[in-house]
């Protein structure tokens, strides 16, 4: 539901909720395979960043030989390779709970879709999906 550049946002968002510092002119085009760099100022640390949506697997090994760290986000938590030092895995829940902790101050288009995706769970899980849908069953 969301589109890719929202999810860029969130996790944007999200990144600098856990201290991380994003550096808006590395936004652009010319960053290579990344969407954007930051940096803790506490520890002067200092990462590239890439997020991947829908079936797009990301694989840690692509990443480990590099000489900075990475930090990567799939929408799906489709993770292949092993683990690394120098390559972060943000999970799916952490993004969720992050959105349902920040749902006051995001802005309203993630709020709207929030609120419409946890209500089709909802109708989902209390099996009443015509009711969803506006129609009734008597």
């Known amino acids: ?3 890719s550049e929202e999810v860029e946002d ?7 909720s856990k201290g ?3 550096v808006p ?3 652009k085009a010319d960053t290579m395979a990344f969407e954007y760099l930051v940096i803790d100022p506490r520890t002067k ?9 829908g079936n797009s697997r990301l694989d840690r090994t692509t990443y480990r030989d590099l000489s900075f760290h ?3 986000f799939q929408s799906n938590d489709l993770y292949d390779g092993a683990e690394s030092s120098n390559v972060t895995c943000i999970k799916r829940a952490d993004i969720e709970a992050f959105i349902g902790s ?5 802005p309203a288009r993630y709020r709207n879709k929030m609120q419409l995706l946890n209500n089709v769970e909802y109708y989902k899980k209390s099996g ?7 129609t009734d069953q008597n």
């Open 25 to 27: 002119s590395s936004r």
């Open 70 to 72: 990475v930090i990567l």
């Open 128 to 134: 009443t999906a015509d009711a969803a849908h506006g």
């Open 1 to 3: 539901m969301l589109d």
């Open 45 to 53: 640390n200092q990462a590239q960043v890439q997020v991947k949506t």
């Open 10 to 16: 969130l996790v944007f968002l999200y990144l600098q």
């Open 102 to 106: 920040a749902g006051r101050w995001l």
């Open 20 to 22: 991380w510092f994003v």
